[in-house]
């Protein structure tokens, strides 16, 4: 008799631009000024590489907005990366009981939901239980999310991940995505998300370039 297989486990666990969708979740103004288990500039440069590098490897991505005529409008910094996305403004506080994005994601024909969201105990919490409860692989976004407390975000990642999510973190989406330097069409783009986005990591590759193109004279 063959061993049942684990989804979570093996090759086919891993993600790749063919077999997955991003959603960005309410990162708008009065989600920030809530914010209190990570400081906003971290959350801010975490989604806007995020969604950097789904642009760069192709991930179909939706953004989404709750209310932002009362909320606000998506950070621009996010915006820019996709200025031509309307984001999808919804009333409904859990994503996933709005048939527009539901649909969206059908549409794509793709099992594996990669969700970052503001905050991490309600609009993350909320899509990715219903969306496991639909057969969805759910990977949920650690770092570029957060909570109104260290706390509410910690329980809510526990609760998301005891029905059956997968917590990742920003770097790793990238990585997993460009899995082989061997394929050089986005080396280049992945190259200046480090830079950009990777902090210690970057500047320590932007100095390791720096050495490789400068001129070594000899005295």
Not at 174 to 185: C, K, P, V
Request: net charge negative; charged share 20%.
């Amino acid at each position: 008799m063959n061993a049942q297989r684990n989804p979570k486990a093996g090759l086919d666990a891993l993600l790749t631009p063919d077999n997955s969708v991003l959603l960005l979740i309410d990162h708008q103004p009065f989600q920030f000024a809530g914010l209190r288990s990570h400081d906003s500039q971290t959350v801010i440069n975490n989604v806007v590489g995020l969604a950097k590098a789904a642009k760069l490897f192709g991930v179909p991505t939706l953004l989404t907005t709750v209310l932002e005529e009362r909320g606000g409008y998506l950070i621009k910094q996010l915006q820019d990366v996709f200025p031509e996305q309307k984001p999808l403004n919804r009333t409904f506080i859990n994503t996933w009981e709005d048939t527009r994005a539901v649909e969206w994601v059908k549409k794509t024909g793709r099992k594996k939901l990669i969700i970052a969201a503001l905050w991490t105990e309600i609009c993350l919490a909320m899509p990715t239980l219903h969306a496991l409860g639909e057969g969805y692989e759910v990977y949920i976004v650690t770092d570029a999310s957060g909570g109104t407390s260290l706390e509410a975000h910690e329980v809510a990642i526990q609760r998301m991940v005891q029905a059956g999510a997968v917590p990742i973190t920003t770097a790793v989406l990238s990585a997993e995505l460009q899995r082989d330097w061997a394929r050089t069409d986005t080396v280049a783009g992945m190259a200046q998300l480090l830079i950009d986005h990777m902090g210690n990591v970057g500047t320590a590759f932007a100095w390791e370039q720096q050495l490789l193109n400068t001129p070594h004279t000899s005295r």
